[in-house]
């Protein structure tokens, strides 16, 4: 079975459960559980999509950065050669802006391959 994460027979499930839960919004507008279910589906839908659009699964490793060695800190991402120094020494940029990462921001780790990677 293939283990990676497209989500396309859940997917459709909560789709056919979020139609459902308008319609019943439609008919009983302030129905707070029924607002509230809706609100959790969409959560839960936009949470699969992100996953599958990053080949995230259950066996990704998940880590918080901790606080940096003063209140104010924050990390720099560099790339390293194969001994593991700094291949560069410049920060890493995502669409022209460098990358800070906070005290709190994740980690995710074990995924799929990198974007732009044809892994067929």
Not at 8 to 27: C, D
Not at 38 to 49: E, F, K, S, T
Not at 65 to 93: H, K, M, R
Not at 94 to 113: A, E, I, K, S, T
């Amino acid at each position: 079975m293939n283990d990676q994460p497209g989500f396309e027979l859940v997917l459709p499930l909560l789709q056919a459960a979020r139609e459902q839960t308008i319609t019943g919004l439609r008919h009983s507008p302030a129905d707070p559980v029924l607002r509230e279910r809706l609100r959790q589906l969409d959560r839960a839908m936009g949470c699969l999509q992100l996953c599958a659009a990053h080949l995230i699964t259950g066996s990704a490793r998940i880590s918080a950065l901790p606080w940096a060695g003063n209140a104010f800190g924050s990390y720099g991402v560099i790339e390293l050669d194969e001994e593991g120094e700094p291949a560069t020494g410049a920060l890493l940029q995502l669409n022209g802006q460098q990358v800070d990462l906070l005290p709190g921001d994740l980690l995710v780790q074990g995924v799929g391959p990198p974007p732009g990677v044809d892994n067929a």
